[in-house]
C-alpha cells in the first residue's frame, strides 16, 4: 500500500532544521524563552545535529520511510499540544486535517499517546496544585473516617473545595459527553459544523474582551458555577468548540478571579480528558496498529513539549485579558471551513 507523507523530500540538514524549529518555535512565542534563555538557537542547533546523525545512517543514505513516518508523528504531536491548550479547538482542527487535507484519523495507540503527553503538559504545570489539593483531600478523609472534625488551613479549606468542585464539575461533563459520544460520527463528518462551531468559538473569545477584571479581583468558585462550566465543558466535545476557550470564558463571564478560572479548567479537564481516553479503548476496534515504539514515544513527548509551552503561554495571556488574541483565527478558519465544505 502506498503510503502518503505529510512533507516532501529534501536536504537532510534543511528537513531536519524544520522539524526541530517546529517542536521549539512554540518556546519563541512572545520571545519570552529566547529573552530569558540565550542558548535556545545553540540548543536548537544541536538538537539539529542529533536528529541528523539518528535519521541518516552512517554512510548518509536516507531512510525515507522511517523518516517520513517520524515527521508525520512530530507534525500531529505538534498540532496536538497547541490546539489542545491554544483555544482553537483541538477536534475541529482533526476533522479539517482529516477531510481537507486527506489524512486518516491516527491509529489508537498513537491517537492515545499525543493526548497522554498532553494530559501529562497539565499534570506537570499544575503538580504542586495537584500535589496540594491530593494531601488535603487525604487529610480530611482520614479525619471523617476516624470520626473527627480535624483543624485545617484556609489554603488546605480551599484544596478541598477544589476537589469537589472538580467532581461536581466533572458529573456534566460525563452526562453531556457521552450522549455526544452516540453520535459521534455525524459531529466528525461534518465540516459545517466544525465551521459555525469555529465561528461561535471566536465570537465567545471575543466577548471577553470587555471583562474589566483586575487579577485580583473576581469572585471564588462556587457550586453553580462549577456545574455550569462542566456543562460547558461537556459540550465543547462538538468539534470547533475549544474547550479550553469556553471553560475558561464560562469562569470570566460568570464573573470568577482569571487565575481560579485557568486552575479550574485544566484541572477540570484532568478527568475528562482521562475519561475520553478510557471511552475511546473500550469502543475502538481498530487495535494499536502497526507502530513502532519510537514512533509512539515522538508523538507523545512532541505534544508533551509543545503542550506545556502552549499551556504557559496561554496562561500569561488569559492573565493578561488577551484571550480574545484567538479570536480572528477561529473565525478566519471558520469561515474558510464553510466556505470550503459548503
Known amino acids: 500500500m502506498r503510503k502518503h507523507y505529510l ?38 542547533a544541536l538538537l539539529t545535529r542529533i536528529f541528523t ?15 517520513m513516518e517520524l515527521m508525520q508523528a512530530i507534525i500531529l504531536g505538534g498540532i496536538q499540544g497547541l490546539t489542545e491548550f491554544f483555544p482553537v479547538s483541538s477536534s475541529g482542527h482533526l476533522v479539517i486535517c482529516q477531510q481537507m487535507m486527506g489524512l486518516k484519523e491516527p491509529i489508537l495507540l498513537f491517537d492515545i499517546s499525543v493526548h497522554v503527553g498532553t494530559l501529562a503538559a497539565i ?48 458529573l456534566p461533563t460525563a452526562v453531556i459527553g457521552f450522549g455526544f459520544h452516540m453520535i459521534s460520527h455525524v459531529l466528525f463528518s461534518s465540516m459545517i459544523i466544525v465551521g459555525v462551531s469555529l465561528l461561535i468559538t471566536g465570537g465567545v473569545l471575543l466577548g471577553t474582551r470587555w471583562i474589566n477584571q483586575e487579577k485580583e479581583s473576581g469572585s471564588d468558585l462556587s457550586i453553580k458555577q462549577a456545574l455550569l462550566i462542566g456543562t460547558v465543558q461537556g459540550l465543547a466535545v462538538i468539534p470547533g468548540i475549544s474547550r479550553s476557550g ?72 488569559v492573565q493578561k485579558g488577551h484571550l480574545y488574541f484567538f479570536t480572528p483565527y477561529c473565525v478566519v478558519l471558520g469561515g474558510v471551513v464553510l466556505i470550503a465544505g459548503g
Open 7 to 44: 512533507i516532501k523530500k529534501g536536504n537532510a540538514e534543511g528537513i531536519t532544521l524544520t522539524l526541530v524549529t517546529l517542536v521549539t518555535f512554540n518556546f519563541k512565542l512572545y520571545g519570552f524563552l529566547e529573552k530569558s534563555h540565550p542558548g535556545i538557537k545553540q540548543s536548537r
Open 123 to 170: 499534570v506537570i504545570y499544575f503538580f504542586n496544585d495537584i500535589i496540594s489539593i491530593f494531601k488535603s483531600l487525604v487529610r480530611s478523609v482520614s479525619f471523617r473516617l476516624r470520626g473527627q472534625g480535624g483543624q485545617f488551613s484556609n489554603a488546605e479549606t480551599n484544596d478541598i473545595k477544589m476537589a469537589w468542585l472538580i467532581v461536581a464539575g466533572s
Open 246 to 317: 469556553a471553560t475558561i470564558s464560562a469562569g470570566l463571564f460568570l464573573g470568577v478571579n482569571r487565575d481560579i478560572a485557568i486552575r479550574y479548567s485544566f484541572l477540570l479537564s484532568i478527568p475528562a480528558i482521562l475519561g475520553a481516553l478510557v471511552l475511546q479503548i473500550s469502543t475502538d476496534s481498530s487495535g494499536a496498529g502497526n507502530v513502532s515504539l519510537g514512533i509512539i514515544a515522538t508523538g507523545l513527548v512532541t505534544s508533551l513539549i509543545i503542550g506545556y509551552a502552549s499551556l504557559s503561554v496561554l496562561v500569561k495571556m
Open 53 to 67: 546523525s539518528i535519521i541518516w545512517n552512517r554512510n548518509g543514505k536516507q531512510s525515507q520511510e522511517k523518516f
